[in-house]
């Protein structure tokens, strides 16, 4: 689970970490007011999960009443890389001299969080980690003892963060860890970490990313997960407890099981056809499950077609092609195409018991997503 730019800081800020002033909004007058309240220059930054905003138009400053009341406007509803925008944290700008780059990640080539820290943060930090890797400086955690107050200051200093700043970063840092730590957090990381000419640090940006195995035992932040769904299908995909992630294209798609789907991708890419969504339904295919599964894809307004790729393991083919006949029984109309592609336990008792009025059933996957790919063309038209 990624929390929104907003959340993390608030969180941050509860840790002691110094975060701008800040409101959320979701109106231009509320905008407006925002500004009003903090003062001027004000940045205006959508919250949606996508990296690199600010070079996406996603953040501006306003100057004044007009200017926050033209930005807010340009922001909200904007289409920012694929997601909607509507709201946006409207925060006291920083006047900055440098910008640093702090965070604390899993390296799982070590098995072991490590801290990093760079003087060269900003929006540019990944080409940074390409180019100069030796410009952010890490050092591993060992989690069983925590992160030593040493160990801060050494990557500080390797980081070559001036010393009249060094404390105060190495007090982020440690914070940060803590945060990782206590909150089963994957990732947490202040980019840019500002820096002003009085020498204050402040947390211009927050990223912070919880593991969702570790959600039932953080309750605080779970009860952030459902303002972070960025639509309804997300938000419906968890009620029903499928893994699901949406897509750009036109072609639904349907499995038990993370590699089936994703196999499924890409034969329908191979087809020339365009994935709509990954759909993992999980194990079993009882009658309800295929019935959200099928109410997920029939309400995503790009789906042109649907394929579902079912292997019978445990769940036996005729068990599944029940499912799928009940949950199609129950739409007056099909609203749109549907082929299955059936293998595994009693796959081929279950290719006789599905109603091909209904859905077209196909023996190989193959024949499956090409059919599919077919279909969604012509409903494209
Ligand atoms: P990201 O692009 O999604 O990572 O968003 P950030 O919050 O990191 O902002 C990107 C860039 O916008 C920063 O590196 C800054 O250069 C600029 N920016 C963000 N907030 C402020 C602010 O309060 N004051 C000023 N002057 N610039 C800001
Ligand atoms: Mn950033």
């Known amino acids: 689970m990624r929390l929104h730019e907003y959340q993390a800081k608030s969180v941050f800020a509860d840790a002691g970490i110094p975060t701008p002033d800040a409101t959320l909004a979701s109106s231009v007058d509320e905008v407006v007011e ?25 953040i501006k400053l306003a100057e004044s009443r007009d200017e926050a009341e033209q930005v807010a406007d340009e922001i909200l509803g904007m289409d920012l890389k694929g997601y909607h925008v509507d709201r946006v944290l409207v925060e006291e700008a920083v006047d900055f001299v440098n910008e640093l780059y702090v965070g604390v990640t899993m390296d799982r080539g070590e098995g072991k969080p490590v801290a990093m820290v760079s003087t060269k943060g900003g929006v540019d930090i990944e080409s940074v980690a390409e180019e100069t890797p030796d410009a952010i400086a890490r050092e591993h955690i060992d989690p069983a003892f925590g992160m030593h107050p040493y160990q801060a200051r050494k990557v500080v200093y390797d980081a070559g963060v001036p010393r009249e700043l060094a404390r ?44 969702d195995d570790a959600l039932f035992r953080q309750q605080e932040l779970a009860e952030m997960e459902e303002e972070t769904f960025e639509d ?12 699901y992630v949406r ?6 798609i349907i499995g038990n099981g993370a590699g089936l789907v994703m196999t499924t991708l ?10 709509a969504n990954f759909l993992d339904i999980g194990g079993g295919a009882k009658a309800e499950r295929v019935a959200n599964a099928l109410d997920m894809v029939f309400s995503d307004e790009n789906v042109d077609a649907v394929v579902f790729n079912i292997f019978g393991g445990i769940t036996r083919g005729d068990e599944v092609a029940k499912g799928i006949n009940s949950a199609l029984e129950q739409f007056d109309e099909i609203p749109k195409p549907v082929v299955v592609r059936l293998a595994g336990t009693n796959a081929e008792e279950g290719r006789e018991i599905l109603n091909d009025e209904l859905v077209t059933v196909e023996e190989t996957l193959e024949d499956a997503v090409q059919r599919t790919v077919e279909y969604s063309e012509e409903e494209a038209q």
């Open 34 to 58: 925002a500004a009003e309240d903090i003062g001027y220059p004000v940045a205006v930054k959508a919250q949606v999960h996508v990296g690199g905003r600010g070079k996406a138009g996603g």
């Open 168 to 211: 105060d970063v190495a007090s982020v840092l440690q914070t940060m860890y803590q945060l990782w730590d206590d909150r089963d957090a994957s990732e947490v990381e202040i980019n840019p970490l500002m820096v002003t000419d009085d020498d204050e640090i402040i947390a211009a940006d927050a990223v912070m990313n919880i593991d």
């Open 232 to 243: 309804d299908l997300e938000r419906k995909a968890s009620e029903y407890g499928f893994d």
């Open 247 to 252: 897509l750009s294209g036109n072609v639904g």
């Open 266 to 275: 890409d034969l329908v890419d191979y087809y020339g056809g365009e994935p």
